[in-house]
């Protein structure tokens, strides 16, 4: 079992690379799902528990496939408020936070991700042998334990709202803050306050939509930090690459459906180059 896979998709995402993502929900097979994912060209996964059903055992279950095919798993939670470290303590790599609007939400976040002295985050060690991808504890220092959990975590907090974006720079300052990935529909909601009376894919265009997107994208290349963003089909993706973003989720897999990512990730990549 490879050592600090996740912490060296952080140095790639430090690079600049692009990267590619897939939630996933409910349905599925973790061997064959993560296994055809990974064959497909992702370079994460993502457990999807804010908008689906998915179990915590079904949940540990892509962990131990995650670890065994080398691919970091993340996880957006029900909701900015809830405890997450018992999925960090099994082996979550990191988290894609929804909802998030301030500075103080987001440390609340980060104290469950990190140990100190980046975080507050608890022990739990010894509860699951893919925090430490199988060293053994009882051969490390209570520091190396900590350092090497810290830096194999990744904190994605969502901007979904003008009011994170008004915090954004301050959000993305923390130390411990990887990146914000966009939750493009939520923001559309959030700015039009009211449906809009347009097609999905026509309110993701819209020039006020469009402006707030490249704010986002400007304030990640201000503080170093990486811009991701989900909710369009790969054309939209393509356009939001020459923009800044580099950390593209492209859908959801659900009931068994993963082979017709497939074509969704060739697509996004012989359009990026």
């Not at 939520?186 to 006020?208: F, G, N, Q």
Request: net charge negative; hydrophobic share 40%; aromatic share 8%.
């Amino acid at each position: 079992m490879a050592l600090n896979v996740t912490y060296h998709f952080k140095k790639r995402l430090q690079a600049g690379e692009i990267v590619f993502g897939q939630t996933i929900g409910p349905g599925n097979d973790p061997e064959k799902t993560v296994k055809a994912l990974k064959d497909f060209g992702f370079d994460l996964i993502m457990m999807e528990t804010e908008h689906s059903l998915v179990n915590r055992e079904t949940i540990f279950e892509y962990i131990r496939v995650s670890r065994k095919l080398e691919m970091p798993i993340l996880m957006r939670p029900e909701d900015k408020g809830v405890h997450f470290t018992c999925y960090m303590n099994a082996g979550i790599n990191g988290l894609m936070i929804p909802g998030v609007n301030t500075v103080e939400e987001t440390i609340y976040t980060i104290d469950q991700c990190y140990f100190s002295p980046i975080g507050h985050r608890g022990s739990g060690i010894g509860m699951s042998p893919y925090l430490l991808d199988f060293q053994n504890q009882a051969e490390m220092l209570l520091s190396e334990i900590t350092e090497y959990v810290n830096n194999n975590v990744v904190l994605f907090p969502m901007t979904e709202s003008l009011q994170c974006i008004s915090n954004l720079h301050r959000i993305l300052s923390l130390e411990g803050v990887t990146g914000t990935i966009v939750g493009t529909n939520d923001l559309v909601l959030d700015i039009y306050e009211t449906p809009p009376k347009m097609l999905r894919s026509e309110t993701v265009a819209t020039d006020i939509v469009e402006e707030k997107l490249r704010e986002i994208a400007r304030i990640c290349k201000e503080t170093g930090k990486v811009a991701g963003i989900g909710g369009f089909a790969p054309k939209g993706l393509a356009k939001w690459a020459k923009e800044g973003y580099q950390l593209f989720m492209l859908g959801y897999v659900l009931d068994g459906n993963v082979d017709n990512l497939r074509p969704r990730i060739e697509e996004i990549k012989s359009l990026i180059g």
